[in-house]
């Protein structure tokens, strides 16, 4: 049995459109909230984590609805294509009443902006799910780590694609207006492109019925590893696993709270163009996607706990440094980019291991109970910290972000110590599956 790669990376498409996106929502809505229409940092804070808490409703919602579809399409080509018209829509709007607002400010246009990104949340909430439940439904499931790898990587690509048409595009000095649109409808056309090649060369309802034969054929693959039979965990198991859904937490609040208000942070802290700002966070990336075969073999090695323990460590230590060359400078410098590399081998560290660490802990047919554990805490992180860093900002000092995210990322250090189960020391995977992670 061998996986289809090529029809794997066509399904992957449909991630790719998705991560382009919110590489963009993070990375500009919070510099037109804030330099363009004005809204103070804790008022755009809340703003920022609306989108995790309608995440919390919609994901689950569509996903399910998705699961009941009968349609000719197949089951989630529907809600991909919806949501992804109606995103592209929306989305055009926001440089259009962005670049009016600049031209004659007003209070209504502040009013419909602020509708306009509401409703593009709603659009996008309505088929993320969708879309990462196609992979499954046509992989079968002794395939599926690999898949997941490919899908990841597709998304690794639609972000570092943004951040690099964003170093090209915007070199202009940080005080000088520039208008968004161009970036906007060059994201919106990658995600058009993305829904057409998908619609085109993925024929889920063929692949649907493929995929049941299969399963048909080999009942072995659907037999969960171990029945609940009403069992509870041991409390020396709930133990490790309420720490380690706190230091998941932990860690998400202070790496999300950098890379929410980074842009702002640089034009004001370092008086950095976005493009050199984009250009730390796709440095930040590359040094993610380049570490996770040898931090696979890493943890197949030490453990997973070590090696998170280390990422923890070595991030809180980046932040740290970030925060020291602040009080020295107020410029920018080819130091920022070592910074950001050890930022993303540190993200490496910690991402690739954290939920296998989590399902290690239940059984075979509680897989997507604890997954959904998972997405809980680090959500509800996501949730929170755009808020709290953004009241820091704009009530105590911009110079803030980097303590606030060492301190909370230290905690996940030491929270992590006390994690005694999860750790199964497993071979390294080899090639693509090393890329075998959740976003």
């Not at 809340?46 to 996903?63: C, E, H, Q, R, T």
């Not at 990658?190 to 048909?216: D, T």
């Not at 998941?248 to 980074?262: D, P, R, S």
């Not at 399902?359 to 109970?369: D, N, R, W, Y």
Request: net charge positive.
């Amino acid at each position: 049995m061998k996986l289809n790669n090529k029809r794997t990376f066509l399904v992957g498409f449909a991630f790719l459109s998705i991560c382009a996106f919110w590489q963009l929502y993070d990375n500009l809505v919070p510099k037109i909230l804030t330099e363009t229409f004005n809204i103070g940092e804790s008022v755009s804070g809340i703003i920022m984590a609306a989108d995790n808490v309608l995440a919390l409703f919609l994901l689950p919602l569509f996903g399910g609805l998705s699961d009941k579809c009968k349609s000719r399409l197949g089951r989630r080509r529907p809600f991909i294509l919806f949501g992804t018209l109606a995103a592209v829509a929306l989305m055009m709007a926001l440089p259009i009443l962005t670049d009016s607002f600049h031209a004659s400010p007003a209070s209504w246009k502040t009013v419909t902006f602020i509708i306009a990104l509401g409703l593009l949340l709603i659009a996008m909430g309505t088929y993320r799910s969708p879309a990462v439940a196609l992979m499954p439904d046509v992989t079968p499931k002794p395939l599926r780590s690999k898949a997941n790898a490919i899908i990841n990587l597709m998304g690794a690509v639609g972000g570092i694609i943004y951040l690099i048409l964003t170093t090209f595009l915007y070199k202009t000095n940080a005080d000088v207006y520039v208008s968004y649109l161009p970036l906007f409808i060059i994201v919106g056309a990658i995600m058009l492109a993305a829904l057409i090649i998908l619609l085109l060369f993925v024929n889920e309802p063929k692949l649907a019925i493929e995929q049941k034969a299969y399963e048909e054929a080999h009942p072995e693959d659907n037999l969960a590893k171990s029945t609940e039979n009403g069992e509870k965990l041991p409390k020396d198991v709930k133990k490790s696993l309420a720490f380690l859904l706190c230091s998941i937490a932990l860690w998400f609040i202070g790496y999300n709270g950098v890379t929410t208000w980074f842009s702002v942070y640089a034009t004001k802290s370092w008086s950095m163009t976005l493009g050199q700002a984009n250009t730390c966070l796709t440095i930040a990336t590359a040094g993610a996607i380049v570490s996770y075969i040898p931090i696979g073999n890493i943890a197949s090695k030490i453990g997973r706990r070590k090696t998170i323990r280390f990422g923890t460590l070595l991030l809180s230590t980046s932040f740290g440094t970030a925060f020291l060359y602040t009080m020295l400078s107020n410029k920018f410098s080819p130091i920022l980019y070592i910074i950001f590399i050890l930022v993303g081998v540190a993200w490496a560290a910690i991402n690739v291991n954290s939920l296998p660490m989590v399902v290690e802990m239940c059984k075979g047919s509680e897989v997507g109970k604890f997954t959904g554990l998972y997405y809980t805490f680090s959500m509800s992180a996501q949730i929170a910290t755009p808020i709290i860093a953004g009241w820091l900002l704009e009530n105590i000092d911009y110079k803030t972000l980097f303590p606030y995210a060492t301190i909370f990322v230290f905690a996940s250090f030491i929270t992590m110590s006390f994690v005694k189960h999860g750790d199964n020391k497993i071979e390294a995977k080899k090639g693509i599956e090393a890329f075998d992670v959740e976003d």
